[in-house]
């Protein structure tokens, strides 16, 4: 049964965002881009956290990630990928609707691109020196 928040962007999502789809999820490109090329995998039953995924359903978001890679390695070429949730409000989810981030990277897009995902708590990601 897939749930449904009418007030909750990504269960009202139009059509034409959908870039692809499966029975548990779409895949969309963000709406404000990190980078070009960001895309969201987004489970169509509303819940807020990669925890209360079944899973099966994890296994289907993840068949999309790899969709979701394989086109942006075929269009786009990055060098590189961050893939990421923001669960919860501590780790900063704005949208209380699980989402995966899958951001291409570029090299260069940053001058010094080491730590990746540790910049989340700045003072803690540059390790190496």
Do not use: M
Request: aromatic content about 8%.
């Amino acid at each position: 049964v897939t749930v449904v928040n009418h007030s909750c962007p990504f269960c009202t999502l139009l059509p034409e965002r959908i870039v692809a789809a499966n029975e548990a999820g779409w895949i969309v490109r963000d709406a404000y881009p990190v980078t070009h090329g960001h895309t969201l995998v987004i489970p169509r039953r509303h819940i807020s956290s990669f925890f209360e995924l079944v899973a099966d359903e994890r296994q289907q978001l993840l068949l999309l990630l790899d969709i979701a890679r394989a086109g942006l390695d075929v269009e786009l070429h990055p060098q590189g990928y961050n893939i990421g949730i923001n669960d919860g409000p501590a780790a900063g989810q704005t949208v209380p609707h699980l989402h995966i981030h899958l951001i291409p990277r570029y090299e260069g897009d940053i001058p010094d691109p080491r730590g990746g995902v540790r910049w989340v708590i700045p003072h803690k990601a540059k390790y190496w020196t």
